[in-house]
Protein backbone atom coordinates (compact mmCIF):
# COMPACT_ATOMS: atom_id res chain seq x y z
CA UNK A 1 0.00 0.00 0.00
CA UNK A 2 1.52 3.19 -0.76
CA UNK A 3 2.47 5.86 1.42
CA UNK A 4 -0.33 8.22 2.86
CA UNK A 5 0.42 11.76 1.45
CA UNK A 6 0.30 14.22 4.25
CA UNK A 7 -1.28 18.04 3.76
CA UNK A 8 2.16 19.33 4.85
CA UNK A 9 4.16 18.34 2.08
CA UNK A 10 3.69 18.14 -1.43
CA UNK A 11 3.09 14.66 -2.96
CA UNK A 12 6.37 12.80 -4.76
CA UNK A 13 6.38 12.28 -8.28
CA UNK A 14 4.50 9.05 -9.70
CA UNK A 15 6.13 6.68 -11.13
CA UNK A 16 3.38 5.85 -13.52
CA UNK A 17 3.66 9.54 -14.76
CA UNK A 18 7.09 10.32 -14.57
CA UNK A 19 8.71 6.95 -15.61
CA UNK A 20 9.44 7.94 -19.33
CA UNK A 21 12.73 6.86 -19.35
CA UNK A 22 15.85 9.68 -19.91
CA UNK A 23 17.05 10.31 -23.45
CA UNK A 24 20.69 9.01 -22.52
CA UNK A 25 20.06 6.19 -20.23
CA UNK A 26 23.38 7.01 -17.90
CA UNK A 27 22.42 10.12 -16.27
CA UNK A 28 20.19 10.95 -14.21
CA UNK A 29 16.48 11.65 -14.16
CA UNK A 30 14.85 14.79 -13.38
CA UNK A 31 13.46 13.43 -10.21
CA UNK A 32 17.16 12.05 -9.06
CA UNK A 33 18.36 15.48 -9.85
CA UNK A 34 15.53 16.98 -7.77
CA UNK A 35 15.87 14.45 -5.13
CA UNK A 36 19.73 14.97 -4.87
CA UNK A 37 19.18 18.70 -4.44
CA UNK A 38 16.35 18.70 -1.78
CA UNK A 39 18.95 16.02 -0.03
CA UNK A 40 21.87 18.27 -0.36
CA UNK A 41 20.13 21.14 0.78
CA UNK A 42 19.04 19.44 4.20
CA UNK A 43 22.47 18.38 4.79
CA UNK A 44 23.93 21.88 4.21
CA UNK A 45 20.69 23.00 7.10
CA UNK A 46 21.95 20.42 9.33
CA UNK A 47 25.54 21.20 9.36
CA UNK A 48 24.63 24.80 9.30
CA UNK A 49 22.71 24.38 12.74
CA UNK A 50 24.98 21.65 13.58
CA UNK A 51 28.06 24.12 13.03
CA UNK A 52 26.01 26.29 15.91
CA UNK A 53 24.99 24.06 18.16
CA UNK A 54 28.18 21.98 18.29
CA UNK A 55 30.51 24.96 19.69
CA UNK A 56 27.58 25.74 22.07
CA UNK A 57 27.96 22.33 23.17
CA UNK A 58 31.77 22.52 23.82
CA UNK A 59 31.23 25.24 25.60
CA UNK A 60 29.11 23.28 28.04
CA UNK A 61 31.73 20.67 28.33
CA UNK A 62 34.15 23.76 29.71
CA UNK A 63 31.85 24.78 31.77
CA UNK A 64 30.79 21.85 32.98
CA UNK A 65 35.00 20.97 33.43
CA UNK A 66 36.00 23.96 34.86
CA UNK A 67 32.87 23.92 37.46
CA UNK A 68 32.15 20.64 38.39
CA UNK A 69 35.56 18.76 37.98
CA UNK A 70 36.20 15.21 37.29
CA UNK A 71 34.41 13.94 39.68
CA UNK A 72 31.20 16.23 39.52
CA UNK A 73 31.29 15.92 35.44
CA UNK A 74 31.55 12.17 35.97
CA UNK A 75 28.61 12.45 38.43
CA UNK A 76 26.35 14.52 35.81
CA UNK A 77 27.32 12.23 32.94
CA UNK A 78 25.94 8.85 34.69
CA UNK A 79 22.96 10.88 35.21
CA UNK A 80 22.34 11.86 31.89
CA UNK A 81 23.51 8.27 30.57
CA UNK A 82 20.67 6.93 32.12
CA UNK A 83 18.07 9.40 31.36
CA UNK A 84 19.65 9.16 27.53
CA UNK A 85 19.61 5.27 27.74
CA UNK A 86 15.60 5.07 28.46
CA UNK A 87 14.72 8.19 25.85
CA UNK A 88 16.75 6.48 23.56
CA UNK A 89 14.49 3.00 23.98
CA UNK A 90 11.27 4.84 24.48
CA UNK A 91 11.88 8.29 21.89
CA UNK A 92 11.66 5.78 18.82
CA UNK A 93 7.51 6.25 18.33
CA UNK A 94 8.02 9.13 15.98
CA UNK A 95 10.34 6.73 13.80
CA UNK A 96 8.10 3.97 13.96
CA UNK A 97 5.02 6.27 13.27
CA UNK A 98 6.75 6.88 9.90
CA UNK A 99 7.50 3.44 9.08
CA UNK A 100 3.88 2.43 9.83
CA UNK A 101 2.86 5.38 7.46
CA UNK A 102 5.27 4.12 4.71
CA UNK A 103 4.31 0.34 5.24
CA UNK A 104 0.44 0.59 6.23
CA UNK A 105 -0.48 3.76 4.45
CA UNK A 106 -2.16 4.85 8.29
CA UNK A 107 -3.33 8.48 8.99
CA UNK A 108 -0.54 10.72 10.55
CA UNK A 109 -2.71 12.40 13.21
CA UNK A 110 -4.27 8.97 14.37
CA UNK A 111 -0.34 7.68 15.01
CA UNK A 112 0.41 10.80 16.48
CA UNK A 113 -1.79 10.65 19.38
CA UNK A 114 -0.85 6.74 19.72
CA UNK A 115 2.70 7.72 19.78
CA UNK A 116 1.97 10.28 22.41
CA UNK A 117 0.03 7.84 24.98
CA UNK A 118 2.64 5.82 24.67
CA UNK A 119 4.75 8.39 25.60
CA UNK A 120 3.19 9.35 28.58
CA UNK A 121 2.99 5.75 29.68
CA UNK A 122 6.47 4.86 29.45
CA UNK A 123 8.17 8.19 30.19
CA UNK A 124 6.45 7.82 33.60
CA UNK A 125 7.32 4.05 34.55
CA UNK A 126 11.21 4.79 33.20
CA UNK A 127 10.94 7.98 35.75
CA UNK A 128 10.39 5.71 38.38
CA UNK A 129 13.44 3.17 36.98
CA UNK A 130 15.78 6.31 36.62
CA UNK A 131 15.22 6.63 40.78
CA UNK A 132 15.58 3.20 42.10
CA UNK A 133 18.75 3.29 39.68
CA UNK A 134 20.05 6.29 41.22
CA UNK A 135 19.34 4.37 44.79
CA UNK A 136 21.91 1.43 44.28
CA UNK A 137 24.21 3.16 41.96
CA UNK A 138 27.45 4.40 43.42
CA UNK A 139 28.60 7.95 43.49
CA UNK A 140 25.06 8.89 42.20
CA UNK A 141 22.77 8.76 44.79
CA UNK A 142 18.12 9.24 44.81
CA UNK A 143 18.58 13.27 44.52
CA UNK A 144 20.29 13.08 41.63
CA UNK A 145 18.64 10.70 39.51
CA UNK A 146 15.40 12.70 40.52
CA UNK A 147 16.14 15.82 39.23
CA UNK A 148 17.70 13.48 36.13
CA UNK A 149 14.40 11.30 36.16
CA UNK A 150 12.28 14.97 35.61
CA UNK A 151 13.77 15.17 31.67
CA UNK A 152 13.00 11.73 30.72
CA UNK A 153 9.22 12.38 29.45
CA UNK A 154 9.73 15.55 27.84
CA UNK A 155 12.91 13.74 26.29
CA UNK A 156 10.50 11.29 24.65
CA UNK A 157 7.93 13.49 23.58
CA UNK A 158 10.51 16.22 21.63
CA UNK A 159 12.29 13.01 19.74
CA UNK A 160 8.98 11.47 19.02
CA UNK A 161 7.97 14.69 17.19
CA UNK A 162 11.60 14.94 15.72
CA UNK A 163 10.99 11.47 14.15
CA UNK A 164 7.48 12.00 12.88
CA UNK A 165 9.04 15.96 11.08
CA UNK A 166 12.01 13.25 9.30
CA UNK A 167 9.41 11.15 8.03
CA UNK A 168 7.39 14.31 6.43
CA UNK A 169 10.69 16.35 5.08
CA UNK A 170 10.64 19.07 7.70
CA UNK A 171 13.96 19.07 8.30
CA UNK A 172 14.30 22.79 9.17
CA UNK A 173 11.91 22.38 12.16
CA UNK A 174 13.93 19.54 13.24
CA UNK A 175 16.69 21.27 13.68
CA UNK A 176 15.19 23.83 15.49
CA UNK A 177 13.85 21.46 17.96
CA UNK A 178 17.50 19.80 18.09
CA UNK A 179 19.44 23.19 18.36
CA UNK A 180 17.37 23.86 21.37
CA UNK A 181 19.00 21.88 24.64
CA UNK A 182 21.89 22.90 23.90
CA UNK A 183 21.31 26.48 23.97
CA UNK A 184 18.84 25.80 26.75
CA UNK A 185 20.97 23.87 28.78
CA UNK A 186 24.05 26.35 28.57
CA UNK A 187 21.99 29.43 29.58
CA UNK A 188 20.83 27.53 32.58
CA UNK A 189 24.49 26.30 33.34
CA UNK A 190 25.42 29.72 33.63
CA UNK A 191 22.81 30.52 35.90
CA UNK A 192 22.28 27.77 38.21
CA UNK A 193 25.90 26.60 38.41
CA UNK A 194 28.53 29.63 36.87
CA UNK A 195 26.20 32.90 38.82
CA UNK A 196 24.75 31.05 42.28
CA UNK A 197 27.36 27.39 42.37
CA UNK A 198 24.81 25.05 42.43
CA UNK A 199 27.51 21.98 41.68
CA UNK A 200 26.50 19.14 39.88
CA UNK A 201 22.72 19.37 41.45
CA UNK A 202 22.57 22.71 39.27
CA UNK A 203 23.85 21.70 36.16
CA UNK A 204 21.23 18.85 36.23
CA UNK A 205 18.67 21.03 36.99
CA UNK A 206 19.36 23.47 34.54
CA UNK A 207 19.81 19.81 31.67
CA UNK A 208 16.21 18.65 32.88
CA UNK A 209 14.33 22.27 32.54
CA UNK A 210 16.04 22.47 28.91
CA UNK A 211 14.34 19.64 27.61
CA UNK A 212 11.17 20.45 29.36
CA UNK A 213 11.26 23.47 27.48
CA UNK A 214 12.23 21.96 24.13
CA UNK A 215 9.44 19.64 24.46
CA UNK A 216 6.88 22.20 24.99
CA UNK A 217 8.37 24.03 21.94
CA UNK A 218 8.20 20.91 19.57
CA UNK A 219 4.36 20.50 20.75
CA UNK A 220 2.69 24.04 19.74
CA UNK A 221 5.33 23.97 16.58
CA UNK A 222 3.57 20.67 15.57
CA UNK A 223 -0.09 21.35 16.65
CA UNK A 224 -1.12 21.29 13.44
CA UNK A 225 -0.05 17.83 13.57
CA UNK A 226 -1.79 16.43 16.51
CA UNK A 227 -4.36 18.60 17.34
CA UNK A 228 -7.28 18.39 18.26
CA UNK A 229 -5.94 15.13 20.47
CA UNK A 230 -8.55 12.44 20.23
CA UNK A 231 -9.24 9.89 23.03
CA UNK A 232 -10.13 6.78 21.41
CA UNK A 233 -7.90 4.37 20.14
CA UNK A 234 -4.89 5.11 22.05
CA UNK A 235 -3.23 1.66 22.57
CA UNK A 236 -1.66 0.62 19.52
CA UNK A 237 0.81 -2.82 20.36
CA UNK A 238 1.60 -3.03 17.17
CA UNK A 239 3.41 0.74 17.65
CA UNK A 240 4.72 0.02 20.70
CA UNK A 241 6.47 -2.63 19.28
CA UNK A 242 8.21 -1.21 16.47
CA UNK A 243 8.80 1.88 18.13
CA UNK A 244 10.70 0.06 21.26
CA UNK A 245 12.55 -2.59 19.16
CA UNK A 246 13.74 0.79 17.36
CA UNK A 247 14.81 1.86 20.47
CA UNK A 248 16.63 -1.16 21.16
CA UNK A 249 18.66 -0.62 18.53
CA UNK A 250 19.30 3.25 20.08
CA UNK A 251 19.76 1.60 23.78
CA UNK A 252 21.83 -1.10 22.65
CA UNK A 253 24.28 1.25 20.54
CA UNK A 254 24.39 3.41 23.47
CA UNK A 255 25.68 0.98 25.92
CA UNK A 256 28.07 -0.19 23.43
CA UNK A 257 29.57 3.23 23.05
CA UNK A 258 29.12 4.05 27.17
CA UNK A 259 29.81 0.40 28.41
CA UNK A 260 33.27 1.50 28.61
CA UNK A 261 32.58 4.29 31.21
CA UNK A 262 30.68 1.47 33.59
CA UNK A 263 33.72 -0.68 33.46
CA UNK A 264 36.11 2.17 33.81
CA UNK A 265 34.72 3.37 37.12
CA UNK A 266 34.78 0.15 38.33
CA UNK A 267 38.65 -0.27 38.00
CA UNK A 268 39.93 3.48 38.03
CA UNK A 269 37.20 5.49 39.87
CA UNK A 270 34.76 8.15 38.91
CA UNK A 271 37.72 11.11 38.31
CA UNK A 272 38.64 8.63 35.27
CA UNK A 273 35.29 8.67 33.95
CA UNK A 274 35.23 12.45 34.17
CA UNK A 275 38.53 12.25 32.07
CA UNK A 276 37.58 9.95 29.53
CA UNK A 277 34.64 11.01 29.06
CA UNK A 278 36.75 14.32 27.20
CA UNK A 279 38.03 12.12 24.69
CA UNK A 280 34.81 10.40 24.13
CA UNK A 281 32.75 13.65 23.30
CA UNK A 282 35.35 14.88 20.98
CA UNK A 283 35.82 11.78 19.11
CA UNK A 284 31.94 11.41 18.84
CA UNK A 285 31.60 15.32 17.84
CA UNK A 286 32.94 14.10 14.35
CA UNK A 287 29.95 12.16 13.61
CA UNK A 288 28.06 15.63 13.10
CA UNK A 289 28.77 15.09 9.20
CA UNK A 290 27.27 11.62 8.81
CA UNK A 291 24.30 12.47 11.38
CA UNK A 292 23.88 15.69 9.39
CA UNK A 293 23.37 13.21 5.97
CA UNK A 294 21.03 10.59 7.75
CA UNK A 295 19.00 12.93 9.10
CA UNK A 296 18.63 14.67 5.41
CA UNK A 297 18.09 11.34 3.62
CA UNK A 298 14.97 9.91 5.73
CA UNK A 299 12.44 11.20 4.16
CA UNK A 300 13.76 10.78 0.70
CA UNK A 301 14.73 6.90 1.48
CA UNK A 302 11.01 6.62 2.72
CA UNK A 303 9.53 8.30 -0.22
CA UNK A 304 12.26 6.92 -3.31
CA UNK A 305 11.17 3.88 -4.91
CA UNK A 306 13.11 1.21 -4.28
CA UNK A 307 16.26 1.07 -6.58
CA UNK A 308 16.22 5.06 -5.47
CA UNK A 309 16.66 4.38 -2.04
CA UNK A 310 19.54 2.32 -2.46
CA UNK A 311 21.32 4.21 -4.69
CA UNK A 312 20.85 7.28 -1.97
CA UNK A 313 21.90 5.28 0.96
CA UNK A 314 24.85 3.86 -0.39
CA UNK A 315 26.33 6.96 -1.80
CA UNK A 316 25.38 8.85 1.19
CA UNK A 317 27.30 6.33 3.14
CA UNK A 318 30.15 6.13 1.70
CA UNK A 319 30.51 10.00 1.23
CA UNK A 320 29.45 9.93 5.22
CA UNK A 321 32.98 7.69 5.50
CA UNK A 322 34.88 9.92 3.76
CA UNK A 323 33.65 13.27 5.41
CA UNK A 324 34.30 11.64 8.92
CA UNK A 325 37.92 10.63 7.95
CA UNK A 326 39.05 13.96 6.93
CA UNK A 327 37.61 15.50 10.31
CA UNK A 328 39.38 12.67 12.06
CA UNK A 329 42.82 13.34 10.92
CA UNK A 330 42.06 17.29 11.91
CA UNK A 331 40.78 16.34 15.50
CA UNK A 332 43.99 13.77 15.87
CA UNK A 333 46.65 16.62 15.17
CA UNK A 334 45.15 19.32 17.08
CA UNK A 335 43.74 18.10 20.20
CA UNK A 336 46.86 17.20 22.26
CA UNK A 337 47.05 20.97 21.99
CA UNK A 338 43.50 21.75 22.70
CA UNK A 339 42.26 19.87 25.20
CA UNK A 340 44.35 21.01 28.30
CA UNK A 341 43.72 24.72 26.73
CA UNK A 342 40.02 24.37 26.60
CA UNK A 343 39.54 21.74 29.60
CA UNK A 344 42.57 22.45 32.15
CA UNK A 345 45.46 21.02 33.20
CA UNK A 346 43.49 18.35 34.90
CA UNK A 347 42.33 16.63 31.45
CA UNK A 348 45.47 16.82 29.93
CA UNK A 349 45.47 12.83 29.77
CA UNK A 350 42.17 12.86 27.47
CA UNK A 351 44.75 13.56 24.09
CA UNK A 352 45.99 9.78 24.35
CA UNK A 353 42.81 7.58 24.22
CA UNK A 354 40.90 10.04 21.92
CA UNK A 355 43.73 9.13 19.33
CA UNK A 356 42.70 5.73 20.11
CA UNK A 357 38.88 6.07 19.47
CA UNK A 358 39.03 7.57 16.04
CA UNK A 359 39.97 4.64 13.77
CA UNK A 360 36.68 2.91 15.30
CA UNK A 361 34.75 6.46 14.62
CA UNK A 362 35.81 6.48 11.56
CA UNK A 363 34.45 2.95 10.50
CA UNK A 364 31.37 3.85 12.25
CA UNK A 365 30.47 6.83 11.36
CA UNK A 366 28.14 5.24 8.15
CA UNK A 367 25.71 3.40 10.40
CA UNK A 368 23.50 5.91 11.17
CA UNK A 369 23.14 6.19 7.33
CA UNK A 370 22.32 2.54 6.48
CA UNK A 371 20.51 1.89 9.82
CA UNK A 372 17.84 4.49 8.00
CA UNK A 373 17.88 1.52 4.83
CA UNK A 374 17.26 -0.90 7.26
CA UNK A 375 14.80 0.34 9.83
CA UNK A 376 13.26 2.55 8.08
CA UNK A 377 12.82 2.08 4.60
CA UNK A 378 12.54 -1.74 4.70
CA UNK A 379 10.98 -2.40 8.06
CA UNK A 380 13.47 -4.21 9.45
CA UNK A 381 15.02 -2.86 12.90
CA UNK A 382 15.70 -6.17 14.04
CA UNK A 383 19.18 -6.27 11.59
CA UNK A 384 19.83 -2.70 13.32
CA UNK A 385 19.73 -4.17 16.18
CA UNK A 386 22.22 -7.21 15.52
CA UNK A 387 24.51 -4.57 14.53
CA UNK A 388 24.41 -2.97 17.98
CA UNK A 389 24.28 -6.03 19.93
CA UNK A 390 27.12 -7.14 17.72
CA UNK A 391 29.11 -4.12 18.59
CA UNK A 392 28.14 -4.37 22.58
CA UNK A 393 29.27 -7.76 23.03
CA UNK A 394 32.93 -7.16 21.32
CA UNK A 395 33.37 -3.38 23.39
CA UNK A 396 32.20 -5.02 26.76
CA UNK A 397 34.49 -7.86 25.90
CA UNK A 398 37.69 -6.10 24.76
CA UNK A 399 36.67 -3.56 27.82
CA UNK A 400 37.01 -6.26 30.70
CA UNK A 401 40.37 -8.09 29.14
CA UNK A 402 41.54 -4.08 28.40
CA UNK A 403 40.64 -1.28 30.91
CA UNK A 404 42.07 -3.23 34.28
CA UNK A 405 45.54 -2.84 32.98
CA UNK A 406 45.20 -0.03 30.44
CA UNK A 407 42.78 2.14 31.87
CA UNK A 408 41.00 5.05 29.72
CA UNK A 409 43.46 4.05 26.99
CA UNK A 410 42.28 0.19 26.74
CA UNK A 411 38.48 1.82 27.43
CA UNK A 412 39.50 3.90 23.88
CA UNK A 413 40.42 0.64 22.48
CA UNK A 414 38.32 -1.56 23.05
CA UNK A 415 35.54 1.20 21.93
CA UNK A 416 37.43 1.10 18.35
CA UNK A 417 37.25 -2.90 17.93
CA UNK A 418 33.31 -2.36 18.79
CA UNK A 419 32.60 -0.01 16.26
CA UNK A 420 34.69 -1.35 13.51
CA UNK A 421 32.56 -5.15 14.54
CA UNK A 422 29.45 -3.50 13.92
CA UNK A 423 30.39 -1.15 10.81
CA UNK A 424 31.41 -3.86 9.47
CA UNK A 425 28.31 -5.87 10.18
CA UNK A 426 25.61 -3.21 9.18
CA UNK A 427 27.69 -2.91 5.33
CA UNK A 428 26.50 -6.92 5.31
CA UNK A 429 22.94 -6.54 6.19
CA UNK A 430 22.63 -4.05 3.80
CA UNK A 431 24.21 -5.31 1.36
CA UNK A 432 22.11 -8.43 1.27
CA UNK A 433 18.99 -6.86 1.84
CA UNK A 434 19.58 -4.36 -0.90
CA UNK A 435 20.47 -7.64 -3.36
CA UNK A 436 16.86 -9.16 -2.96
Known sequence: MPVQQSNLTPPAPSPAIDGAPPVAPNLPSDADALAARRVSRNIFETLVFRGLSTPIALVLVVVQSRFLAPGGRGQFILVVLSVTILSRLFGQLGLAVTSRMQQHGMELRRLVHRAFALALLLGLGGAAAIVGWGHVQRGVGVDLAAIGAVALLPNIVWQSVSGVLLGLGRVRLWNWIQTLPPILTLVGMLVFVVAYDGGVRGALLAWALAHAITALFALAATRHVWAPFALDELVDVAL???????????????????????????????????????????????????????????????????????????????????????????????????????????????????????????????????????????GRPRLSLAVAVVGLIVTATASVVLIPKHGAGGAALSSTIGYVAGGTMAWIFFRRLARR
Do not use: K
Open 240 to 378: ARLAITMGAVQVVNLISYRIELFILDRYRGIGAVGVYSISMQAAEAIWLVAAAIATSVTAPAVQEDEPGARRLIARSALRGLVYTAVLAAVVGITAPLLIPALFGHDFRHAARPLAFLLPGIVAYAPVSILVVYLSVRR
